[in-house]
């Protein structure tokens, strides 16, 4: 028996250090797992570019050979873009649309992409109208260009991104709008065919992000008259807001094939008027129709049909990425009574994006002085190259 007893004893000795090890392997195998997730320098992979020079040079960027490598931050280059395709698409990425055909985007454009870069954890994928990219126009382009390794550059054909969704063939109706709002809608529909394709999040190009999005799951931002206060937590009790009438489609995340984008571009597909002048037709209010048709239910801050991952979806409270309502946002983001630090974060705090309403407030100057408007005390921290050249390019 003691014979036995000692065998026994030694088996589970053995049998323990086997699960020692086989957790072990386990653990290690899911550490690398997320490593090469969210640490691994091939999550970025870079689209390749390809080069040409530019007829103009900025002062202070030198022209060098047609053989430079982009890395090497000439700034006198056009860069040809790739077509966004399906094989471009990844884990954790975010959109941007410049749908005006610039070569280029503007200062407060460069920060948002910038921010985002540096705040939210995503790969950000700027999709241009323009077939190329001319460094030379910004030197915060350039530098945003060079810099940030998960930023990302493509152009699209909207025929081809309509195909196969409800909006197919809505580009002849797009090209004849009236009211000069064509790239809006363009926008406004080509935010819903990407998701809808390829899932990800989308963000307008007049932001501020301020915290890692990665958290946020399927959602849409409720807007409301006055900016909700949360507690000293950022929460609020689920259920808990009145009855709102519009839904902000300036960011938001879905999974491919969402049934809510679908709808949204069946019925803007079915009431899309060219000759209207609205430039909102299918914008926020549109986006809230839309809920209410879909989920047949008053609408406050919820999950809707939680567990359906076709059909649910979180209604999140404007603090979220509306720290400022639009009607508030002269008084409040370009102050004319001077702010101190604590006054900004306590607008701040709870907000993973600002956003500065361009439509609205694209005159409005930047002052370098942090007290005086958000973008001086955002800048330097969330979007620090770009707001480098705030005095020419903002």
């Not at 460094?135 to 930023?151: A, I, M, P, Q, T």
């Not at 359906?308 to 102050?335: C, G």
Request: aromatic share 14%; charged share 20%; glycine share 4%.
């Amino acid at each position: 028996m003691s014979g036995l007893a000692v065998l026994i004893r030694k088996s589970h000795k053995f049998t323990e250090k086997r699960l020692i090890l086989f957790t072990a392997f386990v653990t290690l195998t899911i550490l690398l797992a997320y490593y090469q997730l969210f640490y691994s320098p091939n999550i970025h992979p870079q689209p390749q570019y390809n080069i040409s020079t530019v007829n103009q040079t900025n002062d202070n960027c030198k022209r060098k050979n047609l053989t430079t490598a982009v890395e090497e931050r000439n700034c006198s280059v056009k860069i040809k873009l790739p077509d966004f395709y399906k094989h471009h698409s990844q884990k954790m990425q975010m959109f941007f649309l410049e749908t005006s055909g610039r070569p280029f985007l503007k200062g407060r454009q460069v920060c948002s992409v910038e921010s985002a870069a540096i705040q939210s954890g995503l790969i950000s994928k700027v999709i241009m109208r323009s077939s190329y990219l001319d460094l030379s126009k910004r030197k915060s382009f350039c530098d945003l260009f060079h810099n940030y390794k998960n930023v990302q550059f493509y152009t699209i054909n909207y025929e081809e991104l309509f195909r196969n969704t409800p909006v197919e063939g809505i580009t002849g109706r797009l090209d004849r709008v009236a009211g000069g709002h064509k790239f809006t809608h363009y926008s406004d529909l080509g935010r819903l065919a990407i998701l809808y394709k390829y899932g990800g999040y989308y963000m307008d190009l007049d932001v501020i992000v301020t915290k890692d999005m990665r958290p946020l799951n399927t959602f849409l931002v409720i807007e409301m008259h006055q900016t909700t206060r949360p507690d000293m937590q950022c929460r609020i009790p689920w259920g808990s807001l009145l009855e709102f009438h519009t839904l902000f489609n300036g960011v938001f995340r879905f999974p491919v094939g969402h049934e809510f984008l679908y709808r949204y571009m069946e019925l803007a597909n079915k009431t899309y008027d060219p000759t209207s002048t609205n430039r909102h037709q299918v914008g926020p209010q549109f986006a809230y129709q839309v809920a209410k048709r879909m989920y047949k239910t008053g609408l406050t801050n919820r999950i809707l049909d939680k567990g359906n991952p076709k059909r649910e979806m979180a209604l999140i409270p404007d603090y979220t990425f509306m720290p400022v309502v639009h009607h508030q946002a002269k008084s409040i983001l370009w102050s004319a009574d001077p702010k101190t630090p604590q006054q900004w974060e306590d607008v701040f705090r709870c907000a993973y994006s600002v956003h500065f309403y361009s439509h609205y407030n694209d005159h409005r100057k930047v002052s370098g002085d942090p007290s005086k408007d958000a973008y001086s005390f955002l800048g330097p921290t969330h979007c620090p190259k770009a707001f480098s050249h705030y005095k020419t390019e903002f």
